[in-house]
C-alpha cells in the first residue's frame, strides 16, 4: 500500500471513529429523542442524522460537533416553523458550515478576508468533494458477505437475492396486485445505488431493504411513507408486520394455498432482516470518480453559494437512478461501516395503519404503477415481461368492465320515483 492510500485509509479510520462516538452520544440520542416527541416525522430525524455526516465529512476530526449540530437544529426549528425561507436556511447553512471551518483553521472571524474565505472554500472543497464520501445503507443481514466481498454490482452475482420473490409476485399480479413488494421484483437490484444527499440516507437505512418495508407495510403505492404507522418493519415490529402481510393476502383475495406460500415466503424474510442494526457503508468519492472539483462546482461562485451549490448538487451530477447507481463491483477495502443506533432508542408507534381492499386493488392505482414498469422496460428481469403485459391487459379489462357496470346501473329505472 502506498503512502497515499495508507494517508486516505488512516482519514477515513478517524473519521468513522468520530461519526461512530457521536451517534451513539447520549447528548445526540437525546436530541432525536426530543425532536421526534416534537414532530414526529422520520425525515426531520434524517435531516439531523444527515448533518452529523455531513459535517463529520468535512472536519473528519469531529472538530466543533456539537456546536454546530445545535446551531442546526435551531435552523431546522426555525425553516419548519416557517420563520426562514428555504433559500435563507441554505444560505445561514452555508454561514455556519464556513464558520465551523474558520474556527478550525484558526481564522480571525472579526476580520475576514478575501485570502482567509478563499482558504475556508478551498478547505471545503478539498474535504467535502475531494476527500468526500457518498452512502449506501444496508440491513445486517448482507453485513458479513458485504465485508467479505464488497458492494457487487450484477444482481445475478448476489448471494443475498431472495428465493422466489419472482413467484410470491406473480401470485399478486394475476389478482391485479402489481406491487406487493415494490419495483425490486421487476428490475431485479442492478447496480449498486448510492446516496449523495446525507439527509436522505436515514430514511434508505430503515427502509432497507425497502422492497420488504414496502411488502410488509400497509400501503402497497408508496416507498416513503413520512407516517411510520404504515411502516412497523422500521420498529420490527413482527406482530404488526404479519397482520399487515394477512390483510394483504386476504384483500388480494388469494386462496388459502397462495396466502401459505405468502406467509411462508414473509417468515423466512422476516427472520432473515429482523436485526435492528443500521449499517450505512461510506464510500469515497474517488472510487465513484464523482471528486472532481471542475466539474462538481464552478470556480467563480464566492464561498457561500459554493457551500450550497455542492451541497444542493446544483451541476446535476447525481441523477436520481442515473448519476447515482455504479455498475461496478467496490471492493471491502474501498468502504468504510458506520452503524446508525437502534430507532427503538428514539422513536415509538402508538398505532398502525391497516390497509383496505379499495386501496389495495383500485385498478387506476395500480394500473399507473404498471405503465411505470413499463416505461423503464430497459431495465425489466426479462422473464418478467410477459406477465407485466398480460396484468397490464387484465387491470385495463377491469376498468372497462366497472365502467360498463356503472353506466349500466345509471340507466336502470329507479322504481322508487315511479310512485312519486
Known sequence: MNIEK???KNKRRIMLEN?????????????LRKNWNKNHNLNYLGNLIGELYIHHII?????????????????YAELDDRKISPQNFELQKAQLISLTIAYKLGIDTKNITSDSMLKVKNYFLQEYVVDGYVSHSFPDAYYDTIIQNGLISTAELRQDKPIGIEKIQEIFMSKGVVAPMSAYPYYGGTGIYY???????FRHAVDSPEWFKWFTSSDHTTTYHNEIEKSPYILRNETACRRNINDLCTNAGLSEEETKKVLCFYEK???????????????????????????????DL???????????DKSEQYTEHIGNVYYKTISPTELGISVIPSVSTYINAVK?????????????TNLAIIQSVIDNKSRLVSQIIPGVEKTKETIKKNIKEN????????????????TK
Not at 461519526?19 to 437525546?30: D, E, Q
Not at 464566492?302 to 444542493?312: A, E, G, N, P
Request: glycine share 4%; hydrophobic share 30%.
Open 302 to 312: 464566492d464561498l457561500f453559494s459554493t457551500i450550497t451549490y455542492v451541497l444542493k
Open 195 to 201: 446516496e449523495h444527499d446525507f439527509t436522505k440516507m
Open 352 to 364: 398502525y395503519h391497516r390497509e383496505t381492499k379499495e386501496h389495495l386493488v383500485s385498478p387506476y
Open 403 to 418: 365502467i360498463e357496470i356503472k353506466e349500466e346501473g345509471n340507466n336502470k329505472i329507479n322504481p322508487a320515483s315511479m
Open 59 to 75: 472536519n473528519k476530526d469531529g472538530f466543533g460537533f456539537e456546536y454546530y449540530i445545535t446551531q442546526i437544529e435551531k435552523l
Open 6 to 8: 495508507k494517508l486516505e
Open 19 to 31: 461519526i461512530n462516538k457521536n451517534i451513539n452520544s447520549s447528548f445526540f440520542i437525546t436530541m
Open 269 to 299: 424474510q422476516y427472520n432473515k432482516f429482523s436485526s435492528s442494526k443500521l449499517n450505512v457503508a461510506l464510500i469515497s468519492k474517488k472510487t465513484i470518480g464523482k471528486n472532481n472539483v471542475s466539474e462538481v462546482v464552478p470556480q
